[in-house]
């Protein structure tokens, strides 16, 4: 059967622009949910054990782990860039291509319109975008586990 042709087809450009942006809670999409597997990799990173990490930088919500919150930005953000980039949660890794918002109009309004990197740098191709839909998905799916 052949695939259904998707509006991002031939690709959509996007580069972070370093504007710290998506790092400031920003309603529904504010919170920074975690898998175990983020967690690991960032209490690896900051040199602690994942129970001190999570005790010292989570908070649990609904039945799942996310950053805690205590101001507007990432308790991570130093200045307009992450500081532990390199074992940044999956979300944030696989942002802006999170399935919720690739339909064409709220891509428009809440992605282009928010993100200075929609538009700027390099083509990702529809294999790339689909993967990190993917990857994407089924970190959520881990999120209760
Ligand atoms: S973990 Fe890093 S990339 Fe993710 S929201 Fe915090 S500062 Fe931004």
Known sequence: ????????????RFECQGSGKCCVSHGEYGFVWLTLRDRRRMAK??????????????????????LKE???????LKGKACSIYEARPTQCRTWPFWPEV????????EVAAFCPGVGKGRVHS????????????ASERKLRI
């Open 102 to 109: 690739m339909d064409a109009k709220t891509w428009k309004n």
């Open 70 to 76: 205590e101001k507007p930005e990432c308790q991570f």
């Open 45 to 66: 990173q900051l040199k602690l054990s994942t129970i001190e990490f999570t005790r010292k930088h989570c908070e649990k919500s609904q039945g799942m782990f996310r």
């Open 126 to 137: 529809r294999e790339e975008i689909e993967k990190a839909m993917k990857e994407q998905s």
């Open 1 to 12: 059967m052949a695939q259904q042709k998707k509006w991002w087809e031939d690709g959509i």
